[in-house]
């Protein structure tokens, strides 16, 4: 019988489409790089997503993120997500939170009840922290460096964070998971050295509200339509491809 994962059963197989019904992945951060991969999530079969963002969008998302259009703008994130997936597969379950993940809030999300966590969080402190608890619960986790100031999808690598170099975000994680002792963490990352935005393009702002949380990112990089989308989808090939047990 023809099912809207009629072409996924044939690649994986129905043992494996079932294996994606029945999984649970929490997403954190749902600009460019988390809504890319909750879409790509969602139209792989995934059961339940778990959404986890507290902003709302803003014209400046437009130009990367896949939940940002014109009539979008103002509402929250992870509303729109919800209505998007939910269009996608009316059958997956879809938990949101306006939550802006840090180590003061972490205490309100149980991670051990996801079979998998996709970080594409921003900020320093509160990827540390998602990580950290990750790792204590036992649960998968896999981790997108710096995708801001790159043009070049095709310099995008999956690795350990230990084997990572170029990226200045991996650097800093390296060092600070080293801190924490933990051992090893799949990243997707770019070797491409940043570029430097241009200082006489028009300023940006962040949306009004966001970066105001405790540990927010303040430089605002410069972005496009491509190496975030393909970090996300990367993301989310891993988290299928771990899921179902295929290398």
Same mark, same amino acid.
């Given at each position: @019988?023809?099912? !809207?994962?009629?072409?996924?059963?044939?690649?994986?197989?129905? #043992?494996?489409?079932?294996?994606?019904?029945?999984?649970?992945?929490?997403?954190?951060?749902?600009?460019?790089?988390?809504?890319?991969?909750?879409?790509?999530?969602?139209?792989?079969?995934?059961?339940?997503?778990?959404?986890?963002?507290?902003? $709302?969008?803003?014209?400046?998302?437009?130009?990367? !993120?896949?939940?940002?259009?014109? &009539?979008?703008?103002?509402? %929250?994130?992870?509303?729109?997500?919800? *209505?998007? /997936?939910?269009?996608?597969?009316?059958?997956?379950?879809? /938990?949101?939170?306006?939550?802006?993940?840090? =180590?003061? $809030?972490?205490?309100?999300?149980?991670?051990?009840?996801?079979? %998998?966590?996709?970080?594409?969080?921003?900020?320093? $402190?509160?990827?540390?922290?998602?990580?950290?608890?990750?790792?204590?619960?036992?649960?998968?986790?896999?981790?997108? @460096?710096?995708?801001?100031?790159?043009?070049?999808?095709?310099?995008?690598?999956?690795?350990?964070?230990?084997?990572?170099?170029?990226?200045?975000?991996?650097?800093? @994680?390296?060092?600070?998971?080293?801190?924490?002792?933990?051992?090893?963490?799949?990243?997707?990352?770019?070797?491409?050295?940043?570029?430097?935005?241009?200082?006489?393009?028009?300023?940006? *702002?962040?949306?009004?509200?966001?970066?105001?949380? #405790?540990?927010?990112?303040? !430089?605002? =990089?410069?972005?496009?339509?491509?190496?975030?989308?393909?970090?996300?989808?990367? @993301?989310?090939?891993?988290?299928? &491809?771990?899921?179902?047990?295929?290398?």
């Amino acid at each position: @019988m023809l099912t !809207q994962f009629s072409r996924t059963a044939l690649l994986f197989g129905e #043992k494996g489409v079932n294996r994606l019904r029945a999984s649970r992945v929490a997403v954190f951060g749902l600009g460019g790089v988390g809504g890319y991969a909750a879409e790509a999530l969602a139209r792989s079969g995934i059961g339940t997503l778990g959404l986890f963002d507290h902003d $709302t969008i803003c014209l400046s998302n437009i130009n990367r !993120q896949i939940l940002a259009t014109h &009539k979008t703008v103002g509402r %929250y994130k992870v509303e729109v997500a919800r *209505e998007r /997936i939910l269009d996608i597969n009316p059958d997956a379950q879809v /938990i949101v939170s306006r939550l802006f993940y840090s =180590p003061e $809030t972490s205490g309100q999300v149980d991670l051990s009840v996801y079979d %998998y966590v996709v970080d594409a969080i921003d900020t320093v $402190t509160c990827k540390l922290e998602l990580i950290v608890r990750s790792k204590k619960a036992n649960v998968p986790v896999i981790s997108c @460096m710096g995708a801001g100031n790159k043009i070049n999808a095709w310099a995008l690598e999956v690795a350990d964070i230990y084997e990572t170099c170029v990226c200045p975000l991996a650097k800093v @994680m390296r060092a600070e998971l080293r801190k924490r002792n933990i051992a090893s963490l799949k990243v997707v990352y770019s070797k491409e050295t940043p570029l430097a935005p241009d200082k006489a393009a028009p300023a940006a *702002e962040d949306c009004a509200g966001s970066g105001t949380a #405790k540990g927010a990112r303040r !430089q605002i =990089p410069g972005s496009n339509a491509f190496v975030p989308a393909a970090a996300g989808l990367i @993301m989310a090939g891993e988290v299928v &491809k771990d899921l179902i047990g295929l290398k």
